[in-house]
């Protein structure tokens, strides 16, 4: 029709039609396929260059959809979506743990049983066989009869310093995993939005632990989490640079976060020398040690991208790698939110009397 529409007298095609119908027929293909790469599922080879990060993951990519697109894709199956769901799930149970510490409800908060020991106030009992473990576990559910913390409990705000940096580091690992298929500018800045929040998660681990076993000592407390800090920063500064915030970095990236993680040997040596006969020494190392423990494992599963290396396609959808480094980081950080706990109540118990 449009070239009957642009022909002269002689039967010849005019000039401007032809163009006309060239880049009318051009912007019409151009959206066809747009159209039908937004909302499809694509392979790894179908991937703009910027997406293609991991060669053993064959299929169900998003790429290049929309932010509606992107959020409803929260409800569907694709190769992002138990990275999404495993950290959101995360943030809202540790929104949850922050909102019964704030209000003080006891029981509820100790996940474990298990940390309850110091005979400092009629809320606390001693809870360290697997009797008192499943009774402990047991009485969650009956809130009328969770005691409340004393009023001479040590100050809070560094536990509330890791809940924070907890909550942002698995939401924001949340909201990168579920849009940043959007487009390319989008996935550079959620994916340094991403680093940043592993890296302010490492840093405010530490607030807890430094703060309540150097109570009593200003100096050291100041020269460990002044360096924490510092070499924090210097990681996120670091992570903002564009060719290191890409996937061929990936190894530089982990070498970072384990340096920053390696860096609390200098504090949790000199904490055991300091309280050496400590009667919960043992008990708070064991859930530090769980930590340290998820975030290495954690870390090997994403640097040497088992097991979808060994069966390519196979864990296209669940069981990769990267998913499984998201459960490791949020059973360590269950593990140090156990450990700051015991830190807290030892406080409570003998301020800086020992």
Request: charged share 15%; glycine share 8%; net charge positive.
């Given at each position: 029709m449009c070239s009957a529409r642009n022909r002269g007298k002689q039967g010849k095609p005019m000039e401007n039609g032809d163009k006309f119908c060239d880049d009318h027929n051009k912007k019409s293909d151009e959206k066809c396929t747009q159209k039908s790469k937004n909302g499809r599922l694509l392979s790894y080879n179908e991937l703009p260059d910027y997406m293609k990060d991991n060669e053993f993951i064959h299929k169900y990519y998003r790429a290049e959809w929309s932010f509606k697109q992107a959020f409803f894709s929260l409800f569907q199956w694709h190769n992002e979506t138990i990275n999404v769901w495993t950290h959101l799930l995360g943030f809202?149970?540790?929104v949850g743990l922050t909102v019964v510490n704030a209000a003080h409800v006891t029981q509820a908060v100790d996940l474990f049983g298990i940390l309850r020991s110091y005979p400092s106030g009629t809320g606390k009992n001693s809870s360290h066989d697997s009797a008192k473990l499943f009774m402990g576990v047991t009485n969650m559910v009956n809130l009328e009869n969770i005691p409340h913390h004393?009023?001479?409990?040590?100050?809070r705000w560094p536990f509330y310093v890791y809940l924070g940096g907890s909550m942002f580091c698995l939401l924001s690992s949340s909201v990168c995993h579920l849009f940043c298929c959007h487009s390319h500018?989008?996935?550079i800045l959620l994916f340094r939005?991403?680093?940043t929040g592993i890296t302010v998660m490492i840093i405010t681990s530490f607030f807890p632990a430094i703060y309540y076993i150097f109570l009593c000592e200003p100096l050291w407390q100041f020269i460990y989490l002044g360096g924490i800090t510092a070499f924090?920063?210097?990681t996120i500064a670091t992570l903002l640079s564009p060719t290191l915030s890409s996937g061929k970095c990936r190894n530089f990236r982990a070498i970072l976060f384990v340096s920053m993680g390696l860096?609390?040997?200098f504090p949790a040596v000199h904490a055991c020398i300091l309280n050496w006969n400590n009667p919960r020494r043992n008990l708070t190392l064991a859930y530090e040690a769980g930590m340290a423990l998820s975030y290495l494992v954690g870390t090997g599963f994403y640097?040497?991208?088992i097991p979808e290396r060994w069966r390519p396609g196979w864990f296209d959808l669940a069981g990769s790698s990267h998913q499984i480094f998201h459960v490791f980081v949020l059973l360590g950080a269950l593990a140090h939110y156990g450990a700051a706990l015991?830190?807290?109540e030892y406080r409570d118990a003998v301020g800086c009397g020992q």
């Amino acid at each position: 029709m449009c070239s009957a529409r642009n022909r002269g007298k002689q039967g010849k095609p005019m000039e401007n039609g032809d163009k006309f119908c060239d880049d009318h027929n051009k912007k019409s293909d151009e959206k066809c396929t747009q159209k039908s790469k937004n909302g499809r599922l694509l392979s790894y080879n179908e991937l703009p260059d910027y997406m293609k990060d991991n060669e053993f993951i064959h299929k169900y990519y998003r790429a290049e959809w929309s932010f509606k697109q992107a959020f409803f894709s929260l409800f569907q199956w694709h190769n992002e979506t138990i990275n999404v769901w495993t950290h959101l799930l995360g943030f809202v149970l540790f929104v949850g743990l922050t909102v019964v510490n704030a209000a003080h409800v006891t029981q509820a908060v100790d996940l474990f049983g298990i940390l309850r020991s110091y005979p400092s106030g009629t809320g606390k009992n001693s809870s360290h066989d697997s009797a008192k473990l499943f009774m402990g576990v047991t009485n969650m559910v009956n809130l009328e009869n969770i005691p409340h913390h004393m009023g001479t409990d040590a100050v809070r705000w560094p536990f509330y310093v890791y809940l924070g940096g907890s909550m942002f580091c698995l939401l924001s690992s949340s909201v990168c995993h579920l849009f940043c298929c959007h487009s390319h500018h989008m996935n550079i800045l959620l994916f340094r939005m991403d680093y940043t929040g592993i890296t302010v998660m490492i840093i405010t681990s530490f607030f807890p632990a430094i703060y309540y076993i150097f109570l009593c000592e200003p100096l050291w407390q100041f020269i460990y989490l002044g360096g924490i800090t510092a070499f924090g920063a210097f990681t996120i500064a670091t992570l903002l640079s564009p060719t290191l915030s890409s996937g061929k970095c990936r190894n530089f990236r982990a070498i970072l976060f384990v340096s920053m993680g390696l860096f609390g040997l200098f504090p949790a040596v000199h904490a055991c020398i300091l309280n050496w006969n400590n009667p919960r020494r043992n008990l708070t190392l064991a859930y530090e040690a769980g930590m340290a423990l998820s975030y290495l494992v954690g870390t090997g599963f994403y640097v040497t991208r088992i097991p979808e290396r060994w069966r390519p396609g196979w864990f296209d959808l669940a069981g990769s790698s990267h998913q499984i480094f998201h459960v490791f980081v949020l059973l360590g950080a269950l593990a140090h939110y156990g450990a700051a706990l015991l830190f807290m109540e030892y406080r409570d118990a003998v301020g800086c009397g020992q």
